[in-house]
């Protein structure tokens, strides 16, 4: 029933700014909690960051005082602002949420790279 569409990703020179967007078909309010993760091929896919119902918010270390995850109720939209963009930030990122049964949802990803 729910789907989760990202968008935002590209080409970005290191340092540089992206803002991901993670559309919600259905209200992210019925979402525990939502959150990005990332893949590089041939590594586990990591947590970025999530943000609760509460908006509570959690941080990969690699990440933490760069990234920016929010939520914006009306729009049923999650984000993702990333901030000082460094080569190793290359990955897909996904967009991923669980509700209540449970029931998960992924997105299919969008690629962001980092690159002069």
């Known amino acids: 029933q729910v789907q989760l569409v990202e968008s935002g990703g590209g080409l970005v020179q290191p340092g540089g700014s992206l803002r991901l967007s993670c559309a919600a078909s259905g209200s992210v309010r019925s979402m525990y909690t939502m959150s990005w993760y990332r893949q590089v091929p041939g590594k586990e896919r990591e947590l970025v960051a999530s943000?609760?119902?509460?908006?509570?918010?959690n941080y990969g270390g690699a990440v933490e005082g760069r990234f920016t995850i929010s939520r914006d109720d009306a729009k049923n939209t999650v984000y993702l602002q990333m901030n000082s963009l460094k080569s190793e930030d290359t990955a897909v990122y996904y967009c991923?949420?669980?509700?209540?049964?449970?029931?998960?949802?992924w997105g299919q990803g969008t690629q962001v790279t980092v690159s002069s």
């Open positions: 943000i609760t119902r509460t908006s509570r918010t």
């Open positions: 991923y949420g669980i509700a209540v049964g449970p029931l998960e949802y």
